[in-house]
């Protein structure tokens, strides 16, 4: 058999493309397109989020869960500002595309983690104050039409399910933090063999 | 850096790399229209990365790193699991027999299930051993150090001499 890097060296390969600088130019204005148009989107549902909750405030609706739905309102925006600025220019970092790929790789995979790691931080705190007041409302309210019992059960079963729910979205941020972990301390053995 | 330098970095770049550039990426990718998106995605990359090029290492050696970083960004989002260590796969059993290598589209198909089952770098190592690289280069790429390069090297002829029933070339 002739050699295997011969072999692997002339193998025939169907993308016998012309990538030209034309087209290199296009993708580079797609990608700019792309980010626009995310930001775009971003920016509405801002917006339109904002929009909302001055019109429910201006019509009096619910007038006690004014100031913790506009905390909400600011967590969510802070939320998708966090996302944004995390993921923005992410793609293809330039100025380390041309480091050594385990450095590339540990960058990638530390950058994942840090990100994973502070979750609690910039994914779940923001949303706690207004949360935890709209709670605190619901509990002091006493609804005339609703037996003592039921009303207990019903603060109870909201405090519950609000626990739940963001013990879950922690515990998930941390287990994926954790396995990135893992593959960091496989790297740095790999880097001091 | 002027975007006429830029350009021409990569016009130099996809005339002398182009080939090594498209079997990167039928190694990375099964599938065929993805297989294109990743090799646009290394040209677009590259010709990105030519703004901050300042020849502080060589032509070769940038245009791998880049091209090995995209396809590492791709496997890394991918997340699959049950990849291997080339020592894992040394120790396992193989997988046919090297008289069914006689053909060359079979034993090429085996290596790309062979790299596409090892975890980083292990598979760029291995790459860029099939592109005849030596363990400096490989070194300078990968960021492992010449004697992790070396053992690496001495697993990948084992696997391929008891894969493919021969020893390849140093």
């Known amino acids: 058999m002739t050699d295997i890097k011969d072999i692997w060296q002339n193998q025939p390969t169907e993308e016998n493309i012309m990538i030209t ?3 290199i130019r296009e993708r580079a204005q797609a990608l700019q397109s792309r980010i626009r148009l995310r930001n775009g989107a971003l920016y509405f549902y801002s917006f339109a989020n904002i929009a909302i909750t001055l019109f429910l405030i201006s019509r009096g609706v619910s007038p006690r869960y004014t100031m913790p739905g506009l905390l909400i309102l600011v967590a969510h925006i802070f939320v998708i500002w966090q996302l944004w600025w995390r993921t923005s220019a992410r793609a293809f970092p330039g100025h380390l595309m041309g480091t050594a790929a385990l450095d590339y790789l540990r960058h990638e995979l530390s950058r994942q983690r840090d990100a994973l790691s502070g979750a609690w931080l910039w994914y779940i705190a923001p949303f706690m104050p207004g949360l935890i007041w709209e709670l605190w409302l619901r509990a002091t309210l006493h609804p005339a039409n609703m037996p003592p019992t039921a009303d207990r059960l ?12 963001w013990a879950a979205v922690g515990l998930g941020f941390s287990l994926a933090a954790a396995r990135l972990d893992l593959r960091l301390e496989r790297l740095n053995t790999l880097k001091a063999e | 850096m002027d975007t006429t330098r830029q350009d021409q970095f990569y016009l130099r770049a996809v005339a002398e790399f182009g080939p090594a550039l498209n079997r990167l990426a039928r190694t990375y990718e099964a599938d065929a229209s993805q297989r294109l998106d990743l090799l646009q995605d290394m040209h677009f990359a590259l010709w990105r990365s030519f703004a901050g090029f300042s020849e502080q290492c060589s032509l ?20 699959r699991g049950g990849l291997a260590s080339l020592e894992e796969l040394t120790d396992a059993p193989a997988q046919g027999s090297p008289e069914d290598d006689t053909h060359v589209a079979r034993a090429l198909d ?9 975890k980083p770098p292990d ?14 280069a490989i070194g300078e790429i990968t960021g492992l150090s010449a004697r992790a390069v070396a053992t690496r090297i001495h697993r990948i002829k084992a696997l391929l001499a008891r894969d493919f029933g021969q020893g390849a070339s140093p």
Request: glycine content about 2%; overall charge positive; hydrophobic content about 55%.
């Open chain 1, 21 to 23: 600088l034309s087209d």
């Open chain 2, 60 to 79: 070769r050696t940038w245009v791998y790193r880049v091209a090995h970083n995209v396809g590492i960004s791709k496997r890394v989002r991918r997340r």
């Open chain 2, 123 to 136: 598979d760029q190592v291995m790459l860029l051993y099939l592109e005849d690289m030596d363990a400096q």
């Open chain 1, 154 to 165: 019903m603060v109870l079963f909201l405090v519950l399910s609000a626990l739940f729910f």
């Open chain 2, 110 to 118: 085996r290596l790309r299930q062979l790299i596409r089952a090892l």
